[in-house]
């Protein structure tokens, strides 16, 4: 390479300064590039160096600022030694000595400045100084033109810059060179290591504000699972002196530090102030008006914070523009606890209203829309109906066991996870329910969709029922539902095509019997549906009034995953 | 599902066995449609029924409609109590014109 000529060589043929002395040079200037990362004064420090020993009036070091403006990049002088400072001062790129150096990538040796069509001047015009001859050499690391190191007028002599000056600087330009470009690759490793510091002291203080579990039988579990960026997601709940459990659970807008100060903030407000006020409103309308008064613009929090009575089994909650909490009922069906008021941090005097729920063997659960915005199989995101699937799902046992159970889920699919997954389930009596919530296979089949294969399905269907405690009459509508909903998939669903699959699960857990019914068909529309008008005497369309006639709780959907539609039907066992 | 039918009075009694489900329904209706074709009055003997399901039910509305058209009579009678239940849900116990036996609606008629 032109700018890097074999000093070596050039020691060996004697065309040097002084050998000893532009040894010493060169090793005393690459020790301190290799000891410091400290590379602004590096380069004062050897600028001032190569100006003595080369016999310069003044030396300077200028970079591409690449920063401001990729396409028409800046030079800078970084450091510079001589009578006139001009540290700081910015160049157009591709203008002047220098501008040429870099853009050719060559050494420029100018004898007199005057003559030059390219000298622009404009340093000599500010400072009175008077350029007469220049060597300007390009900066090059990794096929890479980083900048340019200049020389300016040479003392003694004729006062002219030579070609042994020209192969030092050049030999003294590439371990300059090397050197900015390892500071440069050490700055920015700090930068990262700064950064990952951050982070982890961010999801640090968000670790520790979560509550340690209550134990079993205790009623409120909550799980936090944080993605790879630190969001505000927080949870907490306690346990008052007078028996009322507090619980919330909250997201706050925005990631990094920021957040994970806000959600500190109000996750130990609430924590304070809840042990003495236990009207969830005034609650959030105490920490809305503080966290008003200090919180960044286009910051908020959603959060859904209550009480739990565990004596009478009630709660009273409030939520403010937070995802709505499922109340899943014993009978299998889910309710939506609407948001009640808007985020905290956005309107300063704002009321809270508090909803009132019966939980009795019911469970609330709260979650993030890092649950729902999860991504499933297929890529999109779960939803509201996705996540009700999942609790459906879950494995039935301790309230800890279903969350795990659920969080195993929502990850599964999913290759980096994009949002803190925070979810929180409350039910009294948890330690005493599990045989409750626990269901056993009783037994599953896969048929043909043939009119045919009905006689059999009926029969087993009637021993299971009877197997587990039906009487007699129970047993015997159960058949008739689960046969009409056989035929429905037989005739509505597959069409009457026979090679269609049918597939019938069911299920007990000591309290229900629950059936589910799955095919391969295409999607059925489920607006179409419905029971007909009795009234109306027709043969047919009487297939789903039975079954709803019947059954406590019956659901249909299309499945998740594959093509085919669902049919969950439940019934307490008498 | 089994069946026979007999004459009984001004009725043709047609009597249905075992279960009554999708794989036999379009058999009974035809059965239905075909005794009132013949013009007579028709009584549907359900006593043998161990089983029915709504598209079982589904013949019995057609047949007691085109009975309707044809101005003949339709009832049904014996229904065993797993017909009835069924009758039932579908709310169509008040609806057809229900006897115990045949002798009974034959002289319940008169």
Do not use: W
């Amino acid at each position: 390479m032109n700018s890097t000529p074999d000093v070596y060589a050039l020691l060996e043929r004697g065309e040097v300064y002084s050998l000893e002395d532009q040894l010493e040079l060169l090793a005393d200037v690459t020790q301190s590039f290799a000891e410091s990362l400290e590379i602004e004064a590096t380069l004062r420090n050897a600028i001032e160096k190569f100006m003595q020993y080369m016999d310069a009036e003044a030396a300077s070091i200028f970079l591409l600022d690449t920063d401001a403006d990729p396409l028409n990049p800046e030079l800078v002088c970084r450091a510079c030694a001589g009578p006139v400072d001009i540290s700081g001062l910015r160049l157009p790129g591709d203008k002047g000595i220098i501008g040429k150096t870099v853009m050719s990538r060559t050494c420029q040796i100018v004898r007199d400045v005057s003559k030059d069509p390219d000298f622009a001047g404009q340093v000599d015009a500010g400072t009175g100084f008077v350029t007469r001859s220049i060597l300007c050499t390009p900066l090059i690391v990794r096929q890479k033109c980083i900048g340019a190191l200049e020389l300016i007028n040479k003392r003694g002599g004729d006062g002219l810059f030579d070609d042994r000056a020209r192969h030092l600087l050049g030999a003294l330009a590439s371990s300059a060179a090397l050197a900015i470009h390892n500071a440069r690759m050490a700055d920015r490793l700090v930068e990262q290591e700064r950064m990952r510091k951050e982070l982890e002291l961010a999801r640090e203080i968000q670790m520790h504000l979560l509550p340690e579990p209550g134990g079993d039988g205790f009623p409120v579990v909550g799980m936090n699972v944080p993605a790879r960026e630190v969001s505000g997601d927080f949870y907490d709940f306690l346990k008052r002196d007078d028996g009322l459990i507090y619980f919330s659970l909250a997201d706050v807008s925005g990631k990094g530090m920021n957040a994970a100060l806000l959600m500190a903030k109000v996750s130990s407000l609430l924590h304070h102030l809840a042990r003495e006020i236990s009207d969830p409103g005034e609650l959030l309308a105490r920490v809305n008006t503080e966290v008003c008064e200090s919180i960044s613009h286009g910051m908020f929090v959603t959060i859904v914070a209550g009480f739990l009575d565990p004596a009478k089994r009630m709660i009273e909650l409030a939520n403010a523009g937070h995802q709505p909490p499922l109340l899943h009922h014993v009978d299998g069906s889910f309710e939506e606890i609407a948001a009640t008021a808007p985020p905290l941090g956005v309107v300063a005097a704002c009321a809270f209203p508090v909803t009132t729920l019966k939980l009795d063997d019911s469970s609330l659960y709260i979650f993030t829309d890092g649950v729902t915005e999860s991504l499933d199989e297929s890529n999109s995101p779960l939803g509201v109906d996705g996540f009700i699937k999942l609790v459906r799902d879950a494995e039935f046992g301790p309230a800890t066991r279903r969350l795990q159970g659920i969080v195993r889920e929502l990850r599964k699919p999913v290759v980096s996870q994009r949002d803190d997954i925070t979810l929180m389930v409350i039910e009294t009596d948890g330690d005493r329910r599990p045989d409750a919530m626990k269901t056993q296979q009783i037994f599953a089949l896969h048929f043909r969709a043939e009119p045919e294969r009905l006689g059999p399905v009926r029969a087993l269907v009637k021993r299971a029922a009877q197997s587990f405690g039906c009487s007699e009459a129970l047993a015997d509508k159960l058949v008739i539902a689960v046969n009409e909903a056989c035929m429905n998939v037989i005739q509505h669903a597959y069409r009457g095509d026979s090679s269609g699959e049918v597939s019938l699960e069911v299920r007990t857990n000591g309290t229900q019997v629950i059936f589910r019914l799955e095919d391969q068909a295409d999607p059925i529309d489920l607006q179409g549906v419905k029971p007909r008008d009795l009234d109306e005497l027709r043969p047919g369309g009487l297939g789903v009034h039975f079954i709803r006639e019947i059954m406590d709780h019956s659901e249909m959907g299309h499945l998740e995953h594959m093509r085919g539609n669902y049919l969950e039907m439940r019934k307490a066992i008498d | 599902m089994q069946y026979n039918s007999r004459s009984a009075g001004t009725y043709t009694v047609l009597e249905l066995k075992g279960e009554v489900d999708l794989s036999c329904s379009p058999d009974a209706r035809k059965q239905i449609l075909q005794c009132l074709d013949s013009g007579r009055h028709l009584l549907v003997d359900l006593s043998a029924v161990t089983y029915i399901d709504s598209s079982g039910v589904a013949s019995l509305v057609e047949g007691y409609q085109t009975a309707k058209k044809k101005n003949l009579r339709f009832g049904l009678v014996g229904v065993s109590g797993a017909a009835m239940g069924v009758l039932q849900l579908a709310r169509l116990d008040k609806v057809f014109p229900i006897h115990s036996s045949t002798e009974e609606r034959i002289s319940a008629d008169g």
